[in-house]
């Protein structure tokens, strides 16, 4: 999971841009746009209305709503779907874990770009339910204070921290 304390720290490019390399790697990645209260990869990889993961979590679409992203020897996209009116509840769901097991056993890197932790909880409803976070943090901008509280908040809910980034715009 790639993630940031706030929305201009500019997680989801970050997320897209670890997406690319991985792909040009050689390895199978997909990634899911998990922010369902502004989403970007949509935006980012030219993905035109498509059904996405909100989608699925609700039975509405199954993994046929992943775009491969012809550009890219071994990248996929599932966007972020319709947006629900309420992003926590829906990504509280047991189909989350279904959906993180399936995809999991056919991609080798899978990479969620999730709402920023300002933004409200649902990085906390998927922090738990994934192998790792990668914290990204933007310099001179990201508050230290807001970033040590974020951190410490998973790990109180046995979050493993993978490791962080800083950026620099």
């Known amino acids: 999971m790639v993630v940031s304390v706030n929305p ?17 790697l050689g390895e199978q990645t997909l990634l899911v746009d998990a922010n369902l209260r502004t989403p970007h990869q949509q935006e980012v990889f ?16 199954d993994l046929d709503a992943i775009a491969r992203i012809d550009s890219f020897v071994a990248l996929s996209v599932m ?7 309420n992003p926590q509840e829906l990504l509280s769901r047991t189909s989350f ?3 993180n097991e399936q995809i999991g056993s056919r991609y080798d ?13 649902d990085a906390l409803a998927i922090a738990s339910r994934v192998a790792g976070v990668l914290l990204v943090a933007r310099n001179n901008h990201t508050g230290l204070a807001e970033l040590a509280a974020f951190a410490e908040q998973l790990e109180r809910n046995g979050v493993e921290i993978v490791g962080s980034v800083l950026q620099e715009f």
């Open 109 to 121: 890197v899978v990479l969620y770009d999730v709402a920023p932790f300002a933004s409200g909880s």
């Open 97 to 99: 874990n279904v959906l």
């Open 8 to 24: 201009d720290d500019n997680a989801a490019i970050f997320a897209a841009n670890l997406a690319v390399v991985f792909s040009q």
């Open 79 to 85: 966007s972020a779907g319709t947006l629900p009116p």
């Open 46 to 61: 030219g993905l035109k209305g498509r059904q996405g993961l909100s989608d699925v979590l609700a039975g509405r679409a």
